[in-house]
């Protein structure tokens, strides 16, 4: 069994900041991309961003420049660093790995950006 915890959603002012955190554990050998998607309400999931096992990275068009992923391999963690917010930017977001065969994803985090 793999879970994914998420942590960092919330409430914040549009040009504010966050950072959402996606801790994997369980059975995982080998994790090859870790990364963001998010789902607004209407809408279709969409790519956020996604890093691979060897750090090249991935971003959707209307977050380039403001959001930055990272990983932490020996915690099996992926970070989401969002900067200049936009109430366009709100949405749950969800953290997907994708390993040998498979893929998991988290259960979501809330981010709303609203003044």
């Known amino acids: 069994q793999v879970q994914l915890v998420e942590s960092g959603g919330g409430l914040v002012q549009p040009g504010g900041s966050l950072r959402l955190s996606c801790a994997a554990s369980?059975?995982?050998?080998?994790?090859?991309?870790m990364g963001w998607y998010r789902q607004a309400p209407g809408k279709q999931r969409e790519l956020v961003a996604t890093?691979?096992?060897?750090?090249?990275?991935n971003y959707g068009d209307s977050v380039k420049g403001r959001f930055t992923v990272s990983r932490d391999n020996a915690k099996n963690t992926v970070y989401l660093q969002m900067n200049s917010l936009k109430p366009e930017d709100t949405a749950v977001y969800y953290c997907?790995?994708?390993?040998?065969?498979?893929?998991?994803w988290g259960q979501g985090t809330q981010v709303t950006v609203s003044s």
């Open positions: 890093i691979s096992n060897f750090g090249g990275t």
């Open positions: 997907n790995i994708m390993v040998v065969g498979d893929n998991y």
């Open positions: 369980g059975s995982i050998f080998s994790i090859n991309v």
